[in-house]
């Protein structure tokens, strides 16, 4: 009986002295530094540690440039976080970069505002090299592209270049990839934006000499 007491009131010492542990973005038992050891034994800051990594991951899924905001997040930990030397300045650097990632969702195009007819522009005008680009949505989810874009050397005479594209691809981070799928085929890439897109990466073998899609567009159409 004697044994069996001592033994309960260990344990419940145990209880006692050990710091709560909650739940964070990475392991807690394997935490090194105070930083890490903070987060953990702080139930707000947990929270705040699991909100960024669900932010973070919403945002790498859109961002136009990923590997640029894996820089930005590394550089965040780095300069920001790791800095701090209190509870206060974590819990700010948490909200001010959460805040920060979800902008970058808010801002991102969504798939069923792309839908639409595109137009090239150059300058704030209709470019002299006339392309329109059409998108539409796939029954599958993947989006649907048909384009037709012009060189134009000399119109009088006749020399004039064109180029017609078109299939269905995933949206990529708010990109398409698009391939023909011959080996020399046609290749670009479409970049959507509020209101407008940009082709780029042309591999001029979308058409006759000269031609290219690559620019700037504006929508002149909503979903068709």
Known sequence: MIKKTFLLIAAAGFLIASPASYAASFDCAKARNWIEKTICSDVELSGLDEQLTDSYQNALAVAAKGEALKAEQKAWLKST???CKDIACLRQAYVNRIAGL?????????????????????????????????????KDGRIHVRGDAAWVGNAER?????GELEGS?????????????EAEGCRLTIAFAPNGLTVSDDNMRCGGLNVSFNGQYRKVKGKP
């Not at 691809?169 to 799928?181: E, Q, R, S, T, V």
Request: zero cysteines; proline letters at 7%; glycine letters at 12%.
């Open 81 to 83: 976080r790791n800095p």
């Open 102 to 138: 979800d902008g970058v969702v808010a801002a991102a195009p969504k798939a069923n505002g792309i839908f639409g007819e595109y137009e090239r522009y150059d300058n704030g005008k209709p470019a002299k090299d006339s392309a329109t680009i059409l998108v539409k949505e796939e």
């Open 158 to 162: 006749g020399n004039v270049n064109t």
């Open 169 to 181: 691809f995933p949206l990529d981070n708010g990109k398409i990839h698009y391939a023909d799928g």
